[in-house]
């Protein structure tokens, strides 16, 4: 496995556990009210999409690179 794919691999990998965590975070916050877990939700989902965000940038930058 090249360097780039790994690369590819582990930013979708961590994509879907951080909106993963978003998800139980807002279930948290429905089922106890708690301020925390939707403030943690929120922070997971914004940090999810920069991740998608990061992801296309490396996948950009990474693709007429020879050596990847």
Known sequence: MS???L???FIACSTLLTFGFG???VGQ???KRG???LLAGVVAFG???G???YGIVV???LKNMPWM
């Open 29 to 31: 916050f429905l089922d």
């Open 23 to 25: 998800i139980w975070s």
């Open 59 to 61: 996948y950009r930058k």
């Open 3 to 5: 360097l780039k794919t």
């Open 47 to 49: 940090a999810g999409a």
């Open 7 to 9: 690369h590819l691999v």
């Open 51 to 53: 991740l998608i965000r």
């Open 35 to 37: 301020g925390l877990y």
